[in-house]
């Protein structure tokens, strides 16, 4: 049965050169990138802060930005995020990588751990010193399309209903919401039960105190622990799409009594939760299926059309370069995504999620949608050239170097380094 919306008429809102739907480390980026680039942006946000699952979503930690040989790959934006996130609150970057690349080779990879409300704090503030328009809880929920041609988005708030025109909307919902609702072909992932939150006791306060280190004072809690590949998903329960209310709902609640089922009869005066994650811990839900999809067969491979050269998190010398084409579709004129929801498949969907690429591929789309609207092309056809070499100036590492493929006398390459947890 459906139901059809009554009329109503919706205020419409100042016009907008650029929207960006969703205030993750994508949107971020993406947001900051088209502010820099001279024009009027306003990012939405449903929730109260801004960072997506890298603050409210608990994931702290920036996996690795060089090859695990000493070489950084990930420039640009991410990496000034990366250095943003620790530079209030506690902060963990190796000894080798805290005054950029190290002279002498490495197997330390570039990280960053980081306090997530923290970094939440910073961004709202660089954003707001950058010129960059925020609304916080509200909920960007319909692109209103005209053919191939998004005219704006629709808002719900507590203002209500609104209407916001626009000259491009970048989606990074992290979900593709938008762009699957105009129409654009997705595909959905498969998501293991994972729900980890922030935890204090007295024994690790005592610790804390000792070592004078306030990270030594906070614990982990767990209801689902399933990892990436999902080791530890409970035998027997389904799997996790994320794209309907239902199964968030689902997935929430079975992780909440789960959490609830471990700690309650633990000793209630020696522990608390600290924090639990605001945003469901998702990895994989919905992205496009873009001009491109980028495969863990490309590995190694140069594309002409590339927007930055990114590592893999977990083994070292594995190097990617992401395509333009898997931001956009073409016949979608002024629709662009970024984020964990950039048309990858497989293995490769794991590797261009994580926070840094999830940053690099927000950049270049603010950059893409600043320059579609300065020459007033669509934005699947900008003048890649132009765009890499604005890329380029934006410290942003287009073509990997040859030099780093390991030949095939390299017996280790491709070996898995530290294991960094969950991501
Ligand atoms: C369990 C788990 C462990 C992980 N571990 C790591 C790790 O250790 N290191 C690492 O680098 N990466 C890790 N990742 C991946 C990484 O955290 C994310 O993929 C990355 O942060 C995604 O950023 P994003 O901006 O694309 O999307 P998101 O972080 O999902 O941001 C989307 C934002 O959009 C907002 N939003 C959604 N819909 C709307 C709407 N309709 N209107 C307005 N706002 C909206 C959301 O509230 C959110 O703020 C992990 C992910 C998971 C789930």
């Known amino acids: 049965m459906e139901c059809m919306e009554w009329k109503e008429s919706i205020p419409v809102k100042g016009y907008r050169d650029v929207i960006v739907a969703g205030g993750g480390v994508a949107g971020v980026a993406a947001a900051l990138s088209v502010a820099r680039a001279g024009k009027k942006v306003l990012l939405l946000e449903k929730a109260n802060l801004l960072g997506g699952l890298a603050t409210i979503g608990l994931i702290n930690l920036f996996v690795p930005m060089c090859n695990g040989r000493g070489k950084q790959i990930i420039f640009g934006m991410a990496e000034e995020l990366l250095r943003l996130s620790v530079k209030y ?34 961004l709202t503030e660089l954003l707001q010193q950058e010129g960059v328009e925020i609304l916080f809880d509200c909920l960007a929920t319909r692109p209103v399309m005209n053919a191939g041609h998004c005219e704006g988005l629709l808002l719900e708030s507590k203002s209500g209903r609104e209407f916001y025109p626009a000259g491009i909307v ?23 039960f994972t729900y980890v939150g922030h ?30 590949y999902g080791h530890n998903h409970p035998e027997g329960m ?14 929430l609640i079975r992780n909440q009594r789960l959490l609830l089922d471990r700690i309650r009869n633990e000793n209630r005066t020696s522990r608390d939760i600290v924090t639990l994650p605001t945003m469901p811990q998702l990895r994989t839900t919905r992205r496009i299926d873009g001009d491109y999809t980028l495969l863990e067969s490309d590995k190694y491979r140069h594309f002409e059309d590339s927007i930055g050269a990114i590592c893999d998190f977990e083994r070292r010398d594995f190097l990617y370069e992401i395509p333009f084409r898997t ?15 950039a048309s990858a498949d497989g293995y490769a969907w794991d590797v261009v999620r994580v926070i840094p690429p999830a940053i690099l591929t927000g950049q270049a789309a603010g950059a893409a949608a600043a320059q579609a609207l300065e020459t007033g092309c669509p934005i699947y056809s900008v003048d890649l050239p ?9 410290r942003v590492m287009i073509h990997f170097d040859d030099a780093l493929v390991p030949g095939a006398d390299r017996r280790d390459a491709g070996s898995r380094g530290e294991d960094f947890g969950h991501i």
């Open 238 to 251: 389904k799997f996790f799409s994320g794209t309907t209310v239902e199964d968030v709902s689902d997935f």
């Open 327 to 341: 931001l956009v579709r073409t016949g979608y004129d002024n629709l662009i995504t970024a984020g964990r929801s």
């Open 199 to 228: 935890t204090i006791t007295l024994e690790n306060c005592r610790k804390a105190v000792e070592a004078n280190d306030i990270r030594l004072a906070l614990g982990s809690c767990a209801g689902g622990n399933a990892d990436l």
């Open 89 to 122: 609150g506690y902060d963990f970057i190796p000894e080798e990588w805290k005054n950029g690349e190290p002279e002498q080779p490495t197997n330390v990879r570039y990280i960053a751990r980081y306090s997530p409300q923290i970094f939440a704090l910073a």
């Open 170 to 192: 970048i989606d990074t919902t992290g979900d593709a919401d938008l762009l699957f609702r105009a129409g654009i072909p997705t595909v959905q992932g498969k998501n293991y």
């Open 386 to 394: 132009r765009l890499q070499s604005s890329l380029e100036k934006a």
